[in-house]
């Protein structure tokens, strides 16, 4: 059985006590084994009840974040860095307190799209304030996934070859990279061959279609990621995202450009997600056996 989540907002983008409570249980009860939540301030949200909500369901849990724009690490700003910083040390925090042990996103810089290219020196800001965030996750247990994103949504780390490069500037044994089928649709020469190339620096996966629908409605080629994830060794997570303006976070939606509601029944968008990601996998483990099988006389 493949490890398969998913992300909170096909069920609901509210953080109250009954829309999380919706989103869990829709969650479990359709087989899924991780929601990916995301971050909201400790303050707003009932961390020991979500919790305790997660062991009865046995669910696990991811968080994930984009930084605002007044909290970018890559930012000429001190002030602008260390609120990122702070940020940052609060979704690891709130991560662990959960019980999850991955934080994914776009952790390095602002989520947005920027009227700028990055610098040498936004980059070396941006490594250095996260060598610190990292240093300090390490205690928690909670690794660092950065989510390598379309141009449109970052500025910084667009393909699997940067998200390399900054890893090894920052050289922490706790951060990885988050790699996310529909940016990668866009920025990458080929997306097997990058999910190859990232190889065991990979932490987390978030799985959408090319216009982030119904998955397998799209452009993308699913057989040859399900190969390659497998061909790397990932037995780990795939999270499912995929989002409507119909279930929305205005700010996120906004960001996203989402334009168009490609579905309004989540349920059944959420249990075809399921089984097409279980089928998927299944059969590329199915593919890899028979690769390595003589069938000789
Ligand atoms: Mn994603």
């Not at 020991?48 to 930084?67: H, N, P």
């Not at 965030?133 to 390598?148: D, F, I, M, Q, R």
């Not at 216009?211 to 080629?221: E, F, I, N, P, V």
């Not at 989540?266 to 089984?275: P, T």
């Amino acid at each position: 059985m493949s490890k398969i989540g998913i992300h909170s907002f096909v069920w609901s983008a509210g953080s109250s006590k009954s829309e999380l409570e919706k989103a869990l249980t829709h969650t479990h009860e359709l087989g899924f084994d991780l929601i990916e939540l995301s971050y909201s301030d400790p303050d707003q949200i009932d961390v020991r009840w979500l919790a305790d909500r997660l062991r009865e369901l046995k669910l696990d849990v991811a968080i994930s974040m984009g930084l605002p724009p007044q909290g970018d690490i890559s930012s000429d700003d001190p002030s602008v860095v260390a609120r990122g910083t702070e940020d940052l040390k609060k979704a690891i925090a709130l991560t662990r307190d959960l019980g999850g042990t991955k934080l994914a996103g776009i952790l390095y810089a602002a989520h947005g799209k920027s009227d700028l290219a990055p610098t040498r020196r936004s980059w070396e800001t941006s490594v250095s304030a996260f060598a610190k965030v990292a240093e300090h996750a390490k205690p928690s247990g909670v690794t660092l996934n950065l989510e390598v994103a379309n141009r449109f949504e970052s500025n910084m780390l667009n393909t699997v070859a940067q998200g390399l490069a900054y890893l090894a500037d920052v050289g922490a044994s706790n951060v990885f990279l988050h790699l996310d089928t529909f940016h990668m649709n866009i920025e990458e020469a080929d997306i097997a061959l990058a999910i190859r190339h990232a190889g065991d620096k990979l932490g987390y996966v978030h799985i959408g279609e090319s216009h982030r629908g119904y998955l397998g409605t799209g452009t993308l080629d699913f057989v040859s990621i399900f190969d390659a994830l497998e061909a790397i060794g990932w037995q780990d997570y795939v999270t499912f995202e995929s989002f409507s303006s119909a279930i929305v976070d205005r700010e996120l939606s906004v960001k996203m450009g989402l334009w168009r509601d490609l579905w309004a029944d989540n349920v059944a968008l959420a249990r075809h997600a399921h089984a097409f990601i279980e089928i998927g996998r299944e059969t590329a483990k199915l593919k890899a056996a028979l690769l390595k099988t003589a069938h000789l006389p």
